[in-house]
Nanobody, 125 residues
Framework: QVQLVESGGGLVQAGGSLSLSCAAS????????MGWFRQAPGKGREAVAA????????YYTDSVKGRFTISRDNAKHTVYLQMTSLKPEDTAIYYCAFANYRGLDLYVDSKYNYWGQGTQVTVSS
């Protein structure tokens, strides 16, 4: 069993920045892929960013490339999402996810075994 605890969401003006953190416990973190997904009101869940177990491979959805950065600290069992130049369309609940997976299809949500409770990110115009 894996527990994921997200933090760092909030309200920010357009153009601002936020950092999300997700601390994992309960299972080997270093062998897992980690991802950030989001779901906006009335929309489906989408993969925002993900990082492979090694940290060498990352995935970003097109709309956040150049603005968001995912990273991981295996010693702290934590994955981060640094978000800059935020836009109102980034408003959503952001979920951290853990995958006992060493492949490269990091954007596929069915690869992920455990999910956090979500943290709200609201970007005002």
């Amino acid at each position: 069993q894996v527990q994921l605890v997200e933090s760092g969401g909030g309200l920010v003006q357009a153009g601002g920045s936020l950092s999300l953190s997700c601390a994992a416990s309960g299972r080997t973190f270093g062998d897992s892929a980690m991802g950030w997904f989001r779901q906006a009101p009335g929309k489906g869940r989408e993969a925002v960013a993900a990082i492979s177990w090694s940290g060498y491979t990352t995935y970003y959805t097109d709309s956040v490339k150049g603005r968001f950065t995912i990273s991981r600290d295996n010693a702290k069992h934590t994955v981060y999402l640094q978000m800059t130049s935020l836009k109102p369309e980034d408003t959503a609940i952001y979920y951290c996810a853990f995958a006992n997976y060493r492949g490269l299809d990091l954007y596929v949500d069915s690869k992920y075994n455990y999910w956090g409770q979500g943290t709200q990110v609201t970007v005002s115009s």
